[in-house]
């Protein structure tokens, strides 16, 4: 049996300790479509207490500090609903260090362990991040009107924001969510074109 691992505490890593055994990731954003991890299922699930929003300045991979774009996290408030993961025992220790790396440069996000809800299978605790209210980047709620402008403006190194936002809709469409408040930004964006 694999022992759980316990998360350091610095800027970036608060302590808490990861379950044994497999662990599971809950993606809202570009892991539903990018996770960049091996993982042996991957499965629809709700997570409670939190919304998907575009609430975080992205300074490097969706925009620039000169031009930034934005991208999701999870805010406080609602439910959500992503995909699950889960990730063999095996490849815990690369597959957390991989999604620290990509996930926490700047500590605009929280780890955390939640209570995640996959569709037809029990509750899981899964690693999920959540927006720091505290950090710079934290954009808070803005008019879809006003996320839209960013977002068509906004390039980074893995590309247009404008993309990000695509794919994102397309999950979630694959996942019953073809009319929610992402699919108005993204009705708003192509009407500025």
Excluded at 4 to 12: C, D, G, H, K, M
Excluded at 75 to 88: K, L, M, N, S
Excluded at 134 to 158: D, L, N, S, W
Aim: hydrophobic share 40%.
């Amino acid at each position: 049996m694999t022992p759980p691992i316990i998360l350091r505490a610095s800027p970036y890593r608060p302590s808490f300790e990861l379950p044994a055994g497999d662990l599971w990731v809950f993606g809202y954003g570009s892991l539903m479509w990018d996770p960049g991890f091996p993982h042996r299922a991957a499965m629809a699930a709700t997570l409670f207490g939190y919304h998907r929003a575009f609430c975080i300045w992205s300074h490097h991979y969706r925009g620039t500090r000169e031009r930034p774009g934005l991208v999701l996290g999870l805010d406080a408030g609602g439910a959500c609903r992503g995909r699950v993961f889960r990730v063999d025992a095996s490849d815990r220790e690369a597959v957390i260090k991989y999604l620290f790396d990509r996930e926490m440069i700047s500590g605009v996000y929280r780890p955390k362990l939640h209570r995640v809800l996959p569709d037809d299978a029990a509750p899981v605790q899964a690693l999920t991040f959540v927006a720091n209210r505290r950090h710079e980047q934290y954009a808070g709620k803005m008019p879809e009107r006003e996320v839209a402008r960013h977002i068509a403006a906004a390039h980074g190194v893995r590309g247009p924001n404008r993309d990000y936002l695509a794919n994102t809709c397309c999950h979630l469409d694959e996942l019953g969510l073809a009319d929610g408040p992402l699919h108005r930004v993204l009705k708003l964006l192509e009407e500025m074109r």
